[in-house]
């Protein structure tokens, strides 16, 4: 079983009670790096569990903890056409209820199917709270002040009206009837080991009941497993964490793991241990052991792991055609490919799983993708963004990797943006502000470069010089009247260029140009009052045809209001003696 949750929620705190150990203690700032797989046989769990949990009730051997980042995409996770774990915990800090990752973990739990419950955490930091080391939930919910409950429920009511929200029904545990159609809310505390016992009743009760056929494993077949780090060892070079989810592995076995280019086939040279209760990651003492049955969290020393990708199956050949293992594991690659475009952004990943839920976010933004690969960035990767046709596709998108140093320099010199975060569709939000900001720049630039609409009349007893140039009161009736702009005037249906502007005064002050509702004077290069051009006359800056249709077709949105309005009142003269003008 997966858990996933939003950083500092308390995950790996949790399991730390479930298995007696320290992993948060020594991990940098408390925050869970990697995946970890955790085995808890079944006597461990029913001695937390107490009267809850009885051996003899059950036929599972245990509970195998995948402990994720709040940061990493559970689709990472694949096998049997889903998740790899058959159910998850998705813990959510009381005091905080839904954040980020929170929000990215109920969608992944959607996306795969995969059934959860709730672990509702940190109810010892409820105001006034007394704490039961260890005791079911509603022990010690029962031993609290009035006050102290209803401070908590305010907090779990909020957590299943946010799951509500997102269209789950849910409710707290005890009163869920039927939890294949309502989720379970557990309240806990990982610090104290409250409510504990009822969180390992209840998913080893719905393990037994809902999903005995889907967990039965064949462990006298051939192994399966899924990839969760590729690690150097020291005296082992490259070694694979592995979670085998069916099947035995045994040393010396031919094994088959989905790589970087094509399946690697490799023999097993060692497997190593961790014993029960101990966490992959952390564990320094592995135990040397000849053969692992499923489900359990193995590391697999072999020669030539380097290209092992994170996510990737990983097939035991046994009595089976070689050829044909090779193609399951190219075939269940090939599920997880990406559909990338000629022209496009380049994604990175820290994981398959990852890249595939990247390129779904980035499919449902209707973003293309040149490359998606697993992987620090490289300077390789710089490259090919830098390729891009569109300034906006000059883009790399970093899930969770890190960028080589020798890549740092090339981002610069290329002129390629990076965009890097922990939360899929925040990384995805970012990239879609810049796009938008940079098609708003681009649009503002193409603004300042086109002659923009504009009808002004000359008022009358405001003539201030007859010719060389005209000087002229007007008032812009609508749009932008800006300077070196010819000037026509429409006469029988049909428009004459009268002259060009050649300056603006506003009070007395030079200016550049001015807006509707304005009075200006200007001086017009051409015209004699009197002749060309008189008082009252209604004149409009002309413009081209080009000018126009991007104004109407392109630009329609980022103009004001008059100025579409003068717009509209000049194409409506042109198109009365020619309909396809502008067009």
């Known amino acids: ?18 298995r007696g150990s320290a992993v948060s203690e020594g991990e940098a700032g408390a925050i869970t790096q990697h995946i970890g797989a955790t085995a808890v046989p079944l006597d461990t769990v029913s001695q937390m569990a107490g009267s809850l949990v009885k051996p003899e ?14 940061h990493h995409s559970f689709s990472t996770l694949r096998s049997r056409g889903g998740a790899l774990a058959d159910i998850a915990i998705l813990v959510v800090d009381v005091n905080d209820s ?16 995969t059934p959860f419950i709730v672990a509702a955490n940190k ?21 609290q002040s009035q006050r102290a409950r209803s401070k908590l429920d305010e907090k779990l009511y909020e957590i299943i009206g946010e799951l509500s929200d997102r269209g789950f029904s849910s409710d707290f545990y005890w009163r869920v009837q039927n939890f294949q159609s309502n989720i379970g809310v557990v309240p806990v505390s990982a610090l104290t080991g409250e409510g504990i016992p009822d969180l390992l009743g209840v998913l080893m009760g719905l393990s037994q009941r809902y999903m005995k056929d889907e967990m039965a494993i064949d462990v006298a077949g051939p192994g399966s497993g899924t990839v969760l780090e590729v690690k150097e060892e ?14 035995t592995i045994r040393a010396g076995d031919t094994i088959v793991v989905g790589g970087a280019n094509d399946p690697i086939v490799t023999e097993v040279r060692a497997l190593l241990q961790p014993r029960p209760n101990a ?17 359990a969290g193995v590391k697999i020393a072999a020669p030539d792991l380097e290209d092992a990708m994170a996510g990737a199956p990983v097939r035991v050949v046994g009595d089976r055609d070689l050829d044909e293992v090779i193609r399951e594991v190219e075939a269940e690659l090939a599920d997880i490919e990406v559909t990338t475009e000629e022209e496009g952004v380049v994604v990175k990943a820290d994981t398959l799983g990852s890249l595939e839920a990247m390129a779904n976010a980035l499919q449902e933004a209707e973003v293309p993708i040149l490359r998606a690969e697993v992987g620090d ?36 010199k290329n002129d390629v943006k990076l965009f890097e975060d922990d939360v899929i569709y925040q990384l995805v939000e970012e990239y879609e502000e810049y796009v938008d900001e940079m098609k708003r720049a681009q649009q503002e ?69 001015a807006r509707a509702g304005s009075r200006v004077s200007v001086a017009i290069d051409g015209p004699t009052v009197g002749r060309q051009i008189d008082e009252g006359d209604e004149l409009w800056i002309e413009l081209p045809e080009k000018h126009a249709k991007i104004l109407e077709q392109e630009l329609r949105d980022d103009i004001p209001t008059d100025e579409l309005e003068a717009l509209s009142g000049y194409l409506e003269k042109h198109r009365r003696r020619d309909p396809f003008w502008g067009k």
Request: net charge negative; aromatic share 6%.
């Open 1 to 18: 079983m997966a858990v996933l949750g939003h950083v500092d929620h308390g995950k790996t705190s949790l399991l730390d009670k479930i």
């Open 57 to 70: 009730d059950f036929d599972l051997p245990g509970l195998l903890f995948i402990d994720t980042p709040g």
């Open 98 to 113: 839904f954040q980020p990752q929170t929000e990215e973990a109920i969608d992944i739990l959607k996306r795969t199917g």
């Open 123 to 143: 109810i010892d930091t409820t105001p006034g709270w007394n704490p039961q080391e260890g005791a079911p939930i509603q022990k010690t919910y029962e031993e």
């Open 234 to 247: 020291r005296g082992f070079g490259a070694t694979l964490d592995v979670v085998l989810y069916d099947g």
């Open 279 to 295: 966490e992959i990651r952390t564990e320094k003492r592995f135990d040397k052991v000849d053969e692992v049955g499923a489900a």
């Open 377 to 412: 960035i490289a300077p390789r990767d710089v490259a090919v963004a830098s390729t891009a046709r569109e300034p906006e596709h000059k883009v790399i998108l970093g899930f969770n990797v890190d960028v080589l140093s020798n890549a740092e320099d090339e981002l610069d």
């Open 445 to 513: 630039t193409i603004l300042d470069k086109i002659v923009r609409p504009c009808r002004f009349r000359i008022l009358q007893d405001h003539v201030f010089r007859q010719n060389n140039p005209a000087v002229v009161g007007v008032e812009i009736m609508s749009g932008t009247i800006k300077n070196n702009m010819n000037v026509v005037k429409w006469e029988d249906g049909e428009p004459t260029r009268v002259g060009q502007l050649s300056g603006i005064q506003e009070n007395g002050e030079d200016a550049s140009s």
